[in-house]
Nanobody
Framework: QVQLVESGGGLVQPGGSLKLSCTAS????????MSWYRQAPGKGREFVAD????????RYSDSVKGRFTTDKDSAKNMIFLQMENLVPEDTGVYYC???????WGQGTQVTVSS
């Protein structure tokens, strides 16, 4: 059974950092693109970053490039999103996704506010 579970969200002040985790089960993250998306209040879901399973190559949206880093831990079958220099516009529910398997996690809330 394919499953994705995110964790690590919370409340952080502007300029702060947070690390999100996504634990995969039922498939091997090394074989697929694994992506992060987010959804701000009242807005649609948008792409944040992804990591290619076979090569570890990463891509980022322009809004997070230079501040966010995604990577994977093959042994633990997990991916991570390290977020630095957070701004209020980063607030939203963050989701982990495996596009090829059409799988989404339940999401984890990130709130950036003073």
């Amino acid at each position: 059974q394919v499953q994705l579970v995110e964790s690590g969200g919370g409340l952080v002040q502007p300029g702060g950092s947070l690390k999100l985790s996504c634990t995969a089960s039922g498939f091997d993250v090394d074989k697929y693109y694994m992506s992060w998306y987010r959804q701000a209040p009242g807005k649609g879901r948008e792409f944040v970053a992804d990591v290619m399973g076979t090569t570890g190559r990463t891509r980022y949206s322009d809004s997070v490039k230079g501040r966010f880093t995604t990577d994977k831990d093959s042994a633990k079958n997990m991916i991570f999103l390290q977020m630095e220099n957070l701004v209020p516009e980063d607030t939203g529910v963050y989701y982990c996704r495996c596009r090829h398997l059409d799988a989404w996690g339940q999401g984890t809330q990130v709130t950036v506010s003073s």
